[in-house]
């Protein structure tokens, strides 16, 4: 018995190297959602991960060190919030 294959259709699937319960700790969605900002998920909205192990959205840390009353603190801990330098 001989096949040919007629048409072919590709289905991909991607997710963050993350736990799954994890969610952004400001906008409190999946880090595998969108934040409020992007309209797909990994819509140049990369992960952005604390010297003391918060995770957030890029545009929703972005958001809060912006505003004054944020002062440059992580919002889950109130430590100075700094860039994890990746590995």
């Not at 604390?50 to 430590?79: E, N, V, Y």
Request: glycine share 6%; aromatic share 10%.
């Amino acid at each position: 018995m001989k096949v040919t294959i007629k048409e072919w259709n590709a289905v991909a699937s991607w997710r963050w190297d993350m736990p799954e319960d994890d969610v952004c700790g400001i906008c409190r969605v999946q880090f595998d959602g969108t934040c409020p900002t992007c309209k797909y998920p990994g819509d140049d909205c990369a992960l952005l991960n604390g010297q003391c192990g918060h995770s957030f959205h890029m545009h929703c840390l972005l958001t809060w060190i912006q505003q004054d009353a944020s002062k440059g603190l992580c919002p889950m801990c109130r430590q100075k919030f700094e860039w994890k330098k990746s590995e």
